[in-house]
């Protein structure tokens, strides 16, 4: 089945009540938000490495952190951020989303024998964000009030965001964690490329067999 991603976000946009004055919001926040990125992103993935149930994901078969893994997540995080704040209900960005969640319910050959991440912990991580954000908002904007309908605006979108994350998952049931390569077998970070051809094949899909309706011929 193939489902029309843009119009079940701008449905469950409405359904939330995002509006276009909320959007304008998220976008009037960008400059403060991005100027603190670099926080954002560390405080994320400083949080992840607090718990052995998501530190895993970011380990050495020796158990060591895995700084290049660390460092391209954060990257991947921060053009995340930007997008979102760019945000608009078009083809490409539900897609994108989407995939980020087929990615994690379904890892890599690669790091396949960490199993996936847990559903669990991209709500729990969403929530991390919201407080984040509201903190920085409350802490950079004269006007209280303000930060408080900016930080209402970021709490619709991040859970609009949700759903179509959570839908990449298809099944709450996960990807169990396998025995790790032998030491000596290079592992080599394939994510990126696959993130690509998940988005490739998703988004062909959906331009080859999606209707007006949302669903396939």
């Not at 939330?16 to 004055?21: P, Q």
């Not at 951020?81 to 050959?109: C, K, T, W, Y």
Request: negative net charge.
């Amino acid at each position: 089945m193939i489902f029309d991603w843009p119009t079940r976000m701008q449905q469950m946009a409405d359904f939330m009540g995002f509006s276009e004055e909320d959007l304008e919001l998220v976008r009037a926040s960008g400059p403060i938000l991005l100027d603190r990125a670099d926080e954002l992103t560390s405080a994320v993935y400083d949080h992840f490495l607090q718990f052995p149930q998501t530190a895993r994901f970011f380990l050495t078969l020796e158990g060591e952190i895995d700084q290049t893994r660390l460092d391209r997540r954060k990257h991947s995080l921060a053009r995340w951020l930007r997008h979102s704040i760019d945000f608009q209900l078009d083809e490409q960005f539900p897609v994108f989303l989407l995939a980020m969640g087929v990615v994690h319910s379904n890892p890599s050959l690669e790091r396949g024998y960490l199993g996936s991440v847990p559903a669990r912990f991209m709500i729990g991580t969403m929530s991390f964000a919201q407080t984040a954000f509201a903190n920085i908002l409350l802490e950079e904007m004269s006007d209280p009030v303000q930060a408080l309908r900016t930080s209402s605006a970021w709490n619709k979108l991040l859970m609009l965001q949700l759903d179509v994350l959570l839908a990449g998952y298809v099944t709450e049931t996960p990807t169990p964690a396998t025995e790790p390569p032998a030491p000596d077998v290079d592992e080599p970070d394939a994510e990126p490329q696959g993130m690509r051809r998940v988005l490739t094949n998703i988004l062909d899909g959906n331009r080859a067999n999606g209707n007006a309706d949302g669903h396939s011929e």
